[in-house]
């Protein structure tokens, strides 16, 4: 993306990516610039460290992280940063994703994570929630994200049930 990113993506394995899309589709709509890229918290502990220090430089203003088991991805970050992290529980082989979901919520007091449902509706709302907190300094984006909502009254206001 040509603008520098206000938002990073980070998932543990490109295996996450089917998941972690729709975050990256949701900032997209949005016209919100991001980042997106796959380091592991355990796999390769030195790029994050550094890709922390140099995405902050450049700007961003939170972090969408998303993994999968163990999934302490979200935590980690949250200890190299004070920027917003916001953490989307993997679904996983085994376990479907509850270890993702107590490993991401479970933080210890002092170093908060924002964690968000399993799956694609947390990725999606996890770059929601990004939106809205860019959108406290961006009148444009608040009106999006207004319309967006309204979007979704109408169409409740719209459904009928079928007949009996
Ligand atoms: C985590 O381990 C990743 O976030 C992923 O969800 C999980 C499994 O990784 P792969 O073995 O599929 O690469 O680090």
Redesign the pocket.
């Known amino acids: 993306m040509a603008s520098k990113p206000l938002v990073s993506i980070i998932?543990?394995?490109?295996?996450?990516w089917e998941i972690m899309q729709q975050a990256a589709r949701q900032l997209q709509d949005f016209g919100v610039a991001f980042d997106a890229r796959v380091i592991?918290a355990?796999?390769s502990p030195d790029l994050l460290f550094d890709y922390i220090k140099e995405v902050t430089a450049q700007g961003v203003q939170c972090f969408i992280a998303?993994?999968?088991?163990a999934?302490h991805?979200a935590g980690v970050i949250a200890g190299k940063t004070t920027l917003p992290v916001l953490g989307v529980p993997?679904p996983?082989k085994y376990l479907k994703g509850m270890d993702?979901l107590l490993s991401i919520v479970q933080m210890p007091k002092g170093i908060p994570v924002a964690t968000f449902a399993i799956g694609e509706a947390g990725a999606a709302n996890a770059a929601l929630c990004a939106i809205s907190m860019l959108a406290l300094h961006d009148d444009g984006l608040a009106k999006r994200l207004t319309a967006y909502r309204q979007q979704q009254a109408d169409a409740i206001k719209a459904t009928t049930l079928p007949a009996l």
Do not use: K, T, V
């Not at 998932?11 to 996450?16: E, F, I």
């Not at 998303?66 to 088991?69: C, E, N, Q, V, Y």
């Open positions: 998932m543990g394995s490109a295996n996450d592991s355990h796999r998303g993994a999968g088991g999934a991805l993997i996983s993702s």
